[in-house]
Nanobody
Framework: QVQLSESGGGTVQAGGSLRLSCAAS????????MGWFRRSPGKEREFVAVVGGDNGKAYYADFVKGRFTISRDKGASTVYLEMNSLKPEDTAVYYC?????????WGQGTQVTVSS
């Protein structure tokens, strides 16, 4: 059974930093893209960042460019999201995602709260 497990969420003041981690179990995603989405209160889930498996290329939503960095352990099914200069509007539940063709796998989410 495939599982994605996130960790690293918490409460931080505006301008602070957090690092989220996501580890996959049940199968390897080392050759496939892994990424992060988030759902803010009252909003739909939205894309944050993704990193390729083999090429390691990273893509970001405009609202996190320059503040967030996605990375992964080479050859492993672990992905990270380094979040700096956090803003209150970054408050959300952050979900790890892994995609194989049309199959999407999701973690349970980790809460990030940024206080002003």
């Amino acid at each position: 059974q495939v599982q994605l497990s996130e960790s690293g969420g918490g409460t931080v003041q505006a301008g602070g930093s957090l690092r989220l981690s996501c580890a996959a179990s049940g199968r390897s995603f080392s050759h496939f893209a892994m990424g992060w989405f988030r759902r803010s209160p009252g909003k739909e889930r939205e894309f944050v960042a993704v990193v390729g498996g083999d090429n390691g290329k990273a893509y970001y939503a405009d609202f996190v460019k320059g503040r967030f960095t996605i990375s992964r352990d080479k050859g492993a099914s672990t992905v990270y999201l380094e979040m700096n200069s956090l803003k209150p509007e970054d408050t959300a539940v952050y979900y790890c995602n892994a995609q194989i063709a049309s199959n999407a796998f999701w973690g349970q989410g980790t809460q990030v709260t940024v206080s002003s």
